[in-house]
């Protein structure tokens, strides 16, 4: 198993089984990835969770395997045969397959006709002796010729149909000449014709893209297209029926009208449910992934820190609902105004915003993208123009906003504020630490993907929850500032571990040290060691529990030090980092008897202690005005930030009323897979006006510059 796995990961077998060992012992993803580098080889999360779910398949597959061959034991059909096969299937398809002849089945016709004693007359008819009416009666016995005919049929298509070797066979070539095909149903309602291209629409299986097939499996679902595979079949019909070739005229045309039947009826059905089924499976890992590192780049988005913001949730009837948080978070102040239709108050809305900014040094306002946030956007562009001072504005992704303001979440942390406010709470802290209030709301309910609702839920919540889980343990927790919800995905760390340290710090106040965080009730050694290193106290008795070293490697970081010649104090110092531009890892590693890449993370750490990874991406853009559909102009340049990524482009937010859409073709004049390899959601972008259909409210938009292309 270890080999298999390494070969197909193209890894060290050792690498394998040392990730397989330190996971059986209790080691998460992120900490194998950060803290055992020596031992793992340096492999990153994805691949030490890569190595994991191989493991997991195999385990699963000797499992059915095992189970399968004591299964046959039972009915009494284990053969020696049987038994090497099984040991040389690699998947669960072929252990399936083997297994198929055997599996217990409902009373078919074949069976029906097995229980009248019809098997030898099946066998008789597919061998090559001599037809003789005669025979063939005696054979059948009791039971009429013209009777047990079909029932013989059924036995011999049945036993045709379950060849393993005969399935894999079709498979191959379907999945290789296919055609997967879709038309419009005769009275189907398409009215806003989302599916019009694939009306009278087909396209190869081998070629198919991924979104392609997501798209069509909805139309299928919503009854609005016919979907099918259409395989020409002659050629692999003329080679199966070449093997009855050698049997007499009589018995050939009923083994020939048994497997026709049979392929028609159940073979071919049967596997065109499984290569659907495959094409599905490949669509939804593609999505899935668009989706999570989507989120991955929105979790990711830089903190706007030391900022008051005021935030907006924008509404028609309901009203704007808005809060003022300050520089660490904290709701000031909370309330409503009505800039939009109906009340369409702006005087009244203008008196609030220029109160506000009166009572507090608003530097930021946060708007967030839903319903009617273009109107408040121009209402707040145009009343900044009037302003006193200098304000900048942002759109933010609300997505899961509303989702958040009514969880048990809100409830807990501001449970006299109303559902609608703590929205707009939720969008003011989502520029400020977008990681620490994304981590309150259900990663599946953040919109930044396509088809998240037509794919496996319960795959989806696992590889978001992986990347929440990555992201939160990269950039690392203020252990003293962490809501629950943001400590629960730290490494070592569960929901009941988080409440407790949450508890404690409400008892005894901040922690002072990491050794403190030993005495939170439940949180045992092992945890202690998961976790230790992802959580940080800044300004604590020893600056050391500020940096991502690991408490482990606290005696190797003073060794260091000393060789140094350079005392604890000094970290994080300018003395200190100039000093470590001249180090060479090796040499030190070597000297210290410790493995280089740990060397290596504490020096980064000891020149930058509490360096936060988000820093080193673009800033959220910040605007002071807003253009309408009707004012763009082909050619038109623009900066914008990049709101989604999918399979087939990029939308990007220019500042108008609608997002804009940069085709794969446009995103640079070098061949682009896809659109991920260029552009990640929270890109600051360089866009050019392509084409404006204001009737449909869309907008093209190309990277290319005009004068390039």
């Avoid at 999505?287 to 989507?294: G, T």
């Avoid at 903190?303 to 907006?312: A, D, T």
């Avoid at 123009?385 to 906003?401: D, L, P, S, W």
């Avoid at 446009?666 to 866009?687: C, E, F, M, Q």
């Amino acid at each position: 198993m270890i080999t298999k796995i390494a070969k197909e990961l193209k890894l060290k077998a050792s690498q394998v089984e040392t990730v397989r060992q330190l996971a059986a012992d209790g080691a998460t993803i992120p900490f194998m990835a950060r803290y055992r580098k020596e031992m793992t080889g340096n492999l990153d999360e994805v691949e030490i969770k890569a190595i994991l779910d191989a493991v997991q398949y195999e385990e699963n597959l000797q499992k059915r395997k095992t189970d399968v061959l004591a299964k046959l034991e039972e009915l009494e059909k284990s053969t020696p045969e049987l038994a090497r096969a099984l040991e040389a299937a690699t998947t669960l398809q072929q252990v399936d397959d083997i297994y198929l002849p055997y599996r217990p089945k409902r009373r078919t016709k074949a069976e029906q006709g097995r229980e009248k004693g019809l098997q030898q007359l099946a066998d008789w008819y597919r061998a090559p002796s001599v037809y003789s009416l005669e025979d063939a009666q005696k054979l059948a016995g009791d039971v009429p010729l013209d009777e047990a005919l079909p029932f013989v049929q059924s036995i011999i298509g049945e036993e045709w149909g379950e060849e393993a070797t005969l399935r894999q066979t079709l498979r191959t070539r379907v999945r290789k000449e296919a055609l997967l095909r879709s038309r419009k149903k005769k009275q189907a309602e398409d009215e806003k014709e989302i599916f019009a291209q694939y009306y009278e629409y087909e396209e190869k299986v081998a070629g198919i893209v991924p979104h392609r097939v997501l798209a069509l499996n909805r139309g299928e679902r919503t009854d609005v297209l016919q979907v099918k595979l259409v395989f020409d079949e002659t050629g692999f019909m003329d080679q199966v029926l070449r093997r009855f070739d050698r049997l007499p005229v009589e018995k050939r045309e009923l083994v020939v009208h048994a497997v026709k039947e049979t392929y028609k009826k159940s073979v071919f059905p049967a596997i065109e449910r499984e290569i659907r089924g495959e094409l599905t499976e490949t669509a939804e890992e593609q999505a899935i992934d668009v989706f999570a590192k989507n989120l991955k780049q929105l979790y990711m988005q830089p903190p706007l820190r030391e900022v008051v913001v005021l935030g907006i949730d924008p509404a028609y009837r309901t009203g704007c609902k808005w809060a003022v948080v300050n520089e660490i978070g904290k709701v000031e102040e909370v309330g409503v105004f009505y800039p939009t239709a109906p009340k369409h108050d702006i005087a009244g809305s203008e008196k609030v915003l220029s109160s506000l900014v009166k009572r507090y040094p608003i530097s930021v306002i946060v708007i967030g993208n839903g319903t009617a946030s273009r109107e408040t956007e121009q209402f707040v562009a145009n009343w900044l123009k009037t302003a006193e001072r200098e304000i900048a504005y942002a759109i933010v992704n609300e997505a899961g906003a509303s989702v958040y303001s009514a969880s048990e979440v809100a409830r807990t942390e501001f449970p006299e504020l109303k559902v609608e406010e703590r929205s707009a709470v939720s969008i003011a802290r989502r520029i400020q630490d977008a990681m620490a209030e994304l981590v309150k709301v259900d990663p599946q309910s953040v919109g930044v993907g396509q088809y998240q609702h037509d794919v496996s839920q319960n795959k989806l919540k696992n590889s978001l929850e992986f990347v929440v889980e990555s992201v939160v343990n990269m950039v690392g927790v203020d252990v003293n500032r962490a809501s629950e919800s943001l400590l629960m995905y730290v490494s070592g760390l569960n929901k009941t571990t988080a409440k407790n340290i949450v508890a404690y710090r409400d008892e005894f106040g901040r922690f002072d040290t990491r050794k403190e965080i030993k005495k939170v009730p439940r949180l045992g050694a092992k945890a202690y060691e998961q976790a230790a290193g992802f959580l940080r106290i800044t300004n604590g008795s020893d600056v050391l529990d500020q940096t991502e070293i690991h408490p482990e490697s606290y005696k190797l970081t003073l060794s260091l030090l000393k060789e140094l010649g350079v005392k604890k104090q000094a970290v994080g110092t300018a003395e200190l980092r100039d000093r470590l531009k001249a180090v060479d890892a090796r040499e030190l590693s070597e000297k210290l008897g410790a493995g280089l890449p740990t060397v290596e993370d504490i020096l980064k750490s000891l020149a930058k202690p509490g360096r936060d990874p988000r820093e080193d991406i673009q800033k959220p853009l910040l605007r002071t005005d807003v253009m309408d559909l009707d004012d763009l102009k082909v050619g038109m340049e623009f900066q914008g930030t990049v709101r989604n990524v999918i399979d087939f482009g990029a939308f990007v937010d220019i500042g108008v009323k609608q997002d804009g859409l940069v085709h794969i073709s446009k995103l640079s004049n070098r061949y682009v897979k896809h659109p991920l390899d260029v552009v990640a959601v929270g890109d600051i972008v360089t866009v050019w006006i392509e084409q404006v259909d204001v009737n449909r409210g869309r907008i093209s938009l190309t990277m290319l510059e005009p004068s390039k292309q």
